[in-house]
């Protein structure tokens, strides 16, 4: 039987950040089910906001594909602009990242090319990236499914929203945790 070790298989808030990867106005109308993905990831960019955990998002080229979808921007700490696929790759990036914030929950567009190419530059790099599977999202859902099948290939670890809103918040006893159960009812 393969132990577990509970306290580093579970996020935490104190050492996890969220990256929203190119929710961009001009290309959220193409993806799949986009109000409903938008509307999960703006309550888990809410939560993460009453938890205190950073909140990056990237747009790429923003000039052709427009800004961050607003409902998302007010609770974005930093926004980065990126022209490459892989957010690593763009000058300042990791330097830039917040200290001591490991595990990225990644959500957003496209699943099987941005999202997918950032997060295996983050493990590259030496980061824990974790995929928001209800948190990210393509136009066609034969996309997304070889984009969670891929993440899983190279190791990676999957959640769900809901289930990194409970594990940051730990207890019921968080000081948070009705602010923050309102989001997910």
């Known amino acids: 039987m393969k132990y577990v070790d509970v306290n ?14 190119d929710m961009q106005e001009k290309l959220l109308p193409a993806i799949r089910d986009t109000d409903a993905l ?10 993460a906001r009453l938890l205190s955990v950073p909140v990056w998002a990237t747009e790429h080229w923003p000039g052709k594909i427009g800004p961050t979808h607003p409902e998302l921007l007010a609770n974005v700490d930093r926004v980065v602009t990126k022209t490459h696929f892989d957010a690593c790759r763009e000058a300042g990036f990791l330097a830039d990242w ?7 929950l990644l959500t957003g567009t496209e699943a099987h090319i941005c999202v ?10 030496g980061f824990q990236p974790v995929l928001v599977a209800d948190g ?5 859902e034969s996309d997304w499914a070889a984009a969670c099948e ?3 290939h190279h190791g990676l670890e999957t ?4 289930m990194a809103i409970y594990e940051w918040l730990e207890t019921p006893a968080h000081p948070a945790f009705r602010d923050v159960l309102a989001l997910v009812k």
């Open 8 to 21: 580093q298989a579970l996020l935490t808030a104190g050492t996890s950040a969220l990256l929203i990867v």
């Open 38 to 47: 938008r509307g999960r990831v703006a309550r888990l960019a809410q939560a």
């Open 98 to 104: 917040p200290a001591g914030r490991t595990r990225v």
């Open 116 to 125: 997918l190419q950032t997060g295996l530059g983050l493990a590259q790099a």
């Open 136 to 140: 990210a999202g393509s136009r066609r």
């Open 150 to 152: 891929r993440w899983r």
């Open 159 to 162: 959640v769900t929203s809901e």
